[in-house]
């Protein structure tokens, strides 16, 4: 494999039925070339969904302004502070009912990306909008070698009808291609591995899969060959690079079979739970297997573009290990109770600390002259503000990461209630270098955000 690494092939680390993405490295690129990639990287866009609304008392903070004190829930993003943006008063009124009647937590999903009225239909028609991960995939998705990435912890039927007479597309997507046709996600940790690493033929990655298994082997084993070859090449600082993160592979690469190797000696416990094979037990372990890998897959450029269920909407998953035993979609009915408002905060903040968790991975992976949160801009939050009222006003919204230096954070905005929050998604969409002065039901971009 004797290959420049000047070319454009010297982006993979290839072997039979594998191909390793590389970071950027400054070795393989002329030094004008260089100069002018690390000054203008690439900026990624990430969007996360929580179901059911939070607890909004410990969610909102009690100023605005830069001066503002994170509340409780939002408290484990204290050392991020300066990487996100509190907004708060956006609305999405494509998520109310306008004549349709019951099914919120349908609807909160479909309109969350999509900033369209789902179609509520009584035979197999669906209907939403082209989502704005989507529409930049459109646009940006050729210059990657995935145009988009779909994530999430829970699967979901495609069809049927989930939600008071919405098709459970609705209640288990948040990325739509076009206004029929949504993005099934994965859910499995290996199969987005395998995804990520795999390359040839499906043969040649069907072959690899089994004989790394049957030896027992790393997928980096496969493309030892190239590895050494192009480390060669390298200077000491990229030698580094390439250590770091082909350890990161691995590293993952472990904890997948270690989850795989566990299940296996429990096979009957995971058939009564349903659980499918290569989905880690805990929650915890599937969030952050998961995203590690949106981090890699952002890191080598894999694609730019990915979307991240933490659940479905109206999900009733219970969160025993942190005390929840009851259902998140259960208790978000709190009809004003003390002690369900105390377990959804318990929930709330648990789903930002396992966000904190992905944004210091980012934050720690270096990109160009920055790094990876620097060169990004990611959404997390809900498009339903309080799960007792299903309302869709005062969203509960965080922004995180720098847009590669455009945007400002550190801050808590307030927008007056209806404020479009499809004016957000265009200021994502701009900020990306995606042009578009409007989407979904959008009056333009958000005032005093970039």
């Not at 830069?66 to 300066?82: A, C, D, E, I, V």
């Not at 145009?147 to 209640?171: H, I, M, Q, V």
């Not at 992905?358 to 720690?364: S, Y």
């Not at 455009?406 to 404020?419: C, D, F, M, V």
Request: charged share 20%; aromatic share 8%; proline share 5%.
């Amino acid at each position: 494999m004797n290959r420049s690494i000047g070319t454009d092939r010297r982006k993979f680390l290839k072997g039979l039925g594998a191909a390793i993405a590389l970071p950027t490295l400054s070795s393989a690129f002329p030094r004008s070339a260089w100069a002018a990639k690390s000054s203008a990287q690439p900026v990624r866009l990430g969007f996360f969904f929580i179901p059911n609304g939070v607890n909004l008392e410990h969610w909102t903070p009690k100023s605005t302004g830069f001066n503002y004190q994170l509340p409780k829930t939002l408290s484990p993003l204290q050392h991020l502070k300066n990487d996100i943006t509190v907004i708060t008063g956006l609305t999405h009124d494509k998520g109310r009912a306008n004549g349709d009647g019951a099914g919120d937590h349908a609807r909160s999903a479909g309109v969350y990306l999509t900033a369209a009225q789902p179609l509520k239909s009584e035979g197999a028609e669906i209907r939403a909008g082209q989502s704005v991960d989507q529409r930049a995939a459109e646009v940006i998705g050729q210059l990657t070698r995935f145009p988009s990435l779909e994530l999430g912890t829970e699967g979901g039927r495609p069809f049927g009808k989930c939600d008071s007479g919405y098709s459970c597309a609705y209640s288990n997507n948040i990325s739509w291609k076009n206004e029929t046709t949504p993005m099934s996600k994965i859910t499995n940790p290996r199969e987005v591995f395998e995804r990520l690493f795999g390359d040839g033929s499906q043969r040649e990655k069907s072959e690899n899969a089994e004989r790394r298994k049957r030896y027992k082997k790393s997928i980096l084993d496969f493309v030892l060959e190239d590895s050494n070859q192009l480390n060669k090449q390298l200077g000491n600082a990229d030698q580094r690079k390439m250590d770091e993160y082909l350890t990161a592979v691995r590293e993952i690469e472990t904890r997948l079979e270690r989850n795989e190797n566990a299940q296996a000696s429990h096979q009957e416990f995971l058939r009564h739970y349903n659980q499918p094979e290569g989905i880690p037990d805990l929650y915890d372990d599937h969030v952050k297997l998961l995203g590690d890998m949106l981090v890699l897959a952002f890191q080598t450029d894999s694609t730019r573009i990915c979307t991240f269920m933490l659940a479905n909407a109206g999900s009733n998953r219970s969160y025993r290990n942190i005390g929840v035993r009851e259902g998140h979609h259960s208790i978000s009915h709190h009809q004003s109770d003390p002690e369900k408002l105390r377990q959804i905060q318990l929930i709330d903040q648990h789903h930002v600390t396992l966000f904190s968790y992905i944004l210091d991975r980012m934050k720690a992976t270096p990109d160009g002259d920055t790094n990876l949160l620097h060169n990004s801009i990611l959404l997390f939050g809900s498009s339903i503000s309080d799960g007792n009222r299903h309302n869709n006003e005062n969203l509960p919204l965080i922004t995180a990461g720098h847009g590669g230096g455009s945007l400002i954070n550190g801050r808590h905005i307030a927008y007056p209630e209806e404020t479009p929050m499809a004016n957000l998604l265009v200021s994502m969409l701009n900020t990306a270098g995606i042009e578009d002065p409007y989407f979904g039901d959008s009056t333009g971009p958000l005032n005093h955000f970039i």
